[in-house]
């Protein structure tokens, strides 16, 4: 995830190799204004641009997507109706319901700007649900059929938080409720589901468990990066 509002660091860790940079509209400083130059300096890269949105709403997904979003990070989602007004606002009538307005993704994706409903088609965005609400575990199985989902993430510091139990993801309830999107997305859905590796272990662990998309945040990394240099003079 993308907090920094800096097309600079977009760049330079699309350059580097991130399969994906996540621009977050959630938390944090970043504006519209702000998310378009950051999608624009990784034209050239193979890193897949994408936003996070504030909240399951076909104005901002509308907006992402005509910056140039490659697809769109839904957070807050309770049950297959919520899932189904996400995977909606990425698709053009008659399919969905996001309006016609690509003025600068035509640009970035070398497409003629009356071509858009046909490239969207052919490439449609990638839909990526968070689970982070209690509702949502309860609703998993449900949830992981709706047709659209490219992935889920479980959201672990906000499903935490709404169990009662912040921070603490070796409790029993956390662990159950883990427990219960793994088998849903994973083993039953067979579709990939993600989370946040902050360690070298971690990442691994959760490969193990056939977890297949890792996520981390610029400022976590660049405060470790500091941390580990400071510790060399210190």
Not at 115 to 121: F, T
Not at 201 to 218: I, N, P
């Amino acid at each position: 995830f993308a907090v920094t509002p800096s097309p600079v660091s977009t760049q330079a860790m699309a350059s580097a190799g991130a399969d994906a940079i996540c621009i977050d509209l959630e938390h944090g400083p970043i504006d519209f204004k702000d998310a378009h130059a950051m999608i624009a300096s990784m034209k050239g890269t193979r890193s897949l641009p994408m936003v996070r949105v504030p909240s399951i709403d076909a104005v901002t997904v509308k907006r992402s997507l005509d910056l140039g979003a490659d697809g769109i990070v839904f957070p807050l989602a309770k049950d297959v109706a919520d899932v189904e007004r996400a995977v909606s606002s990425l698709r053009y009538p008659p399919d969905g319901v996001r309006g016609f307005g690509p003025f600068c993704a035509h640009s970035f994706h070398d497409f003629e700007f009356t071509a858009a409903v046909a490239h969207y088609d052919a490439s449609p965005p990638v839909c990526c649900m968070l689970i982070e609400t209690t509702e949502a575990v309860d609703n998993i199985e449900k949830m992981a059929t709706v047709q659209g989902v490219d992935v889920f993430q479980l959201a672990q510091f906000d499903l935490s938080t709404a169990l009662g139990i912040p921070g603490q993801f070796d409790h029993p309830i956390f662990l159950d409720a883990e427990r219960k999107v793994e088998d849903a997305v994973i083993r039953r859905a067979e579709l990939p589901l993600g989370a946040v590796a902050l360690t070298e272990a971690r990442a691994k662990e959760l490969q193990a468990r056939k977890y297949r998309m890792l996520v981390g945040f610029d400022l976590h990394w660049l405060k470790t990066a500091v941390t580990t240099v400071q510790s060399w003079v210190s």
